[in-house]
């Protein structure tokens, strides 16, 4: 039910951010797991994530029909938007970037 990050998959996303804010204009993150169910070293992901604009998951789904709309701003400042399934609940995202502005719609089909 988590997911999990070793000491060299958490340094390898470093490199990987610290590249990203050196030669992107944005970085949006994307993964599986929420950050919640990772269990990672410190600093931890959230913080490695933390210059991205958003860190896109979709592992709960919608929480039994409990949740439809999952999006939070951590203190880190990261932004975690989980959408639900396409399978179950046929819904889907559209996502802009423009500007430096990031905006997204999540669509129910």
Known sequence: FVGALNRAELDH?????KKSEAEAD???WFGHYPTST???PQPGLRSVMNSGLTYLCGHLHNLHGM???MVARHKSGLREAELTDWKD???YRIMAFDNGVLSFK????
Not at 13 to 17: D, M, R, T
């Open 89 to 91: 609940n046929r819904f």
């Open 26 to 28: 944005a970085t949006v």
């Open 38 to 40: 990772i269990v990672s």
């Open 67 to 69: 949740a439809f709309r």
């Open 13 to 17: 996303l470093s490199k990987l951010a």
């Open 106 to 109: 999540d669509v129910d089909y």
